[in-house]
C-alpha cells in the first residue's frame, strides 16, 4: 500500500515517513510530496478543476490550515472522511475540535455535518515582550490586545504579516472576540467604519510586518519590543532570548489549528 501525501515541508516531522513504514511493518510506505507552503498545497489541490477538469486522484491525504477548509470543502476539493467517528483519534478530541472539523456541503461548521478533516496539530495568537528592554523605559510588558494601542509603544511593535493577525488585534483592542464575524461584529454595535480607523491605527504602531519570521528577528535584534504572531513561531524565541516573555491576551486570542483531509477522488476514499 502506498499512502500518496501532499503537504507542506513543515507540516510533516522528519521521522514521520519512516515511523509509518515501520508500523505498517513493510505492507505501506509513504510516497510525500512536500511543498513550500500552504498557498503550493492549494494550487497544486485545486489546479486541475480550475482547468476544468476533476480533482486529481493521486493524492490520497491532504494538509491545510483550518482556516482554507471551508473553501476547500465548498469549490468540491475534499470529501468527508470515511467512518471518521468510529476512529480512536476521533473519540480523543475535545468538543470544540469535532465541531471545527464538522461541516456541511458549503464547509460550515454544523453538527449535522460530515467529519472532514483530523487536526494534526495546533496553537494560539500570542503576544510576545522584551520585558528588560521595556521596564528601563517605564513600560511593563502588554497583556491584552488593547495595551498595544499605548503610545508609548507606537513603532516598537512587529506582527505576523497576516491580515488575521492584524484583524484579530484590532477586533481586540474594541473588546470583540479576536475571531469575530462580520456578523458578530454587527451585532456588538461596531460601526465598519470603527473597524476600519482600529487597523489604520495598529498598522501605524506596527514597525514591521513580518513576513517568514522576520517579526521574531525584529524582536530579537532589539527593533521592537512587542511582537505579536502564532505561538509555534513566538515559543522559540523565548526559549532562546533572555528576557523575552509570552502572553495570551487576557480577553481572549485565536486559535490556529493544522488539518489532514482527503481530497475529492482519493483512491484510498
Not at 480523543?92 to 496539530?121: H, K, N
Request: proline fraction near 6%.
Amino acid at each position: 500500500m502506498v499512502l500518496r501525501v501532499l503537504a507542506p515541508q513543515t507540516l510533516v516531522p522528519g521521522d514521520w515517513v519512516s515511523d509509518f513504514s515501520a508500523a505498517m511493518e513493510g505492507m505501506g510506505v509513504v510516497a510525500l510530496k512536500p511543498m513550500k507552503g500552504y498557498k503550493e498545497v492549494w494550487d497544486e489541490l485545486a489546479g486541475t478543476q480550475a482547468k476544468g477538469r476533476k480533482v486529481s486522484t493521486n493524492v490520497d491525504c491532504v494538509g491545510l490550515p483550518d482556516t482554507w477548509l471551508q473553501p476547500a470543502i465548498a469549490r468540491g476539493l475534499l470529501q468527508p472522511i470515511p467512518a471518521a467517528r468510529r476512529h480512536r483519534w476521533w473519540s480523543l478530541l475535545s468538543a470544540d475540535w469535532r465541531r471545527l472539523v464538522t461541516r456541511d456541503d458549503a464547509g460550515l461548521q454544523s453538527p449535522y455535518g460530515e467529519v472532514y478533516a483530523c487536526p494534526s496539530s495546533w496553537g494560539t495568537l500570542l503576544m510576545a515582550s522584551h520585558g528588560p528592554r521595556l521596564r528601563r523605559k517605564g513600560l511593563q510588558p502588554p497583556r491584552d490586545w488593547v495595551d498595544l494601542l499605548d503610545p508609548a509603544l507606537g513603532g516598537r511593535i512587529a506582527l505576523d504579516d497576516s491580515p488575521r493577525v492584524l484583524l484579530a488585534a484590532a477586533l481586540g483592542t474594541l473588546g470583540l472576540d479576536p475571531g469575530a464575524t462580520a456578523a458578530d461584529v454587527a451585532r456588538c454595535g461596531v460601526r465598519a467604519g470603527d473597524l476600519r480607523a482600529r487597523v489604520r491605527r495598529l498598522r501605524a504602531a506596527t514597525r514591521v510586518f513580518g513576513k517568514d519570521g522576520a517579526h521574531v528577528r525584529a524582536l530579537e535584534g532589539g527593533d521592537v519590543d512587542v511582537a505579536v504572531g502564532w505561538g509555534d513561531a513566538l515559543v522559540g524565541t523565548a526559549q532562546r532570548s533572555t528576557g523575552v516573555v509570552l502572553s495570551a491576551p487576557a480577553s481572549g486570542t485565536l486559535l490556529w489549528a493544522d488539518l489532514w483531509a482527503v481530497p475529492r477522488g482519493a483512491q484510498g476514499g
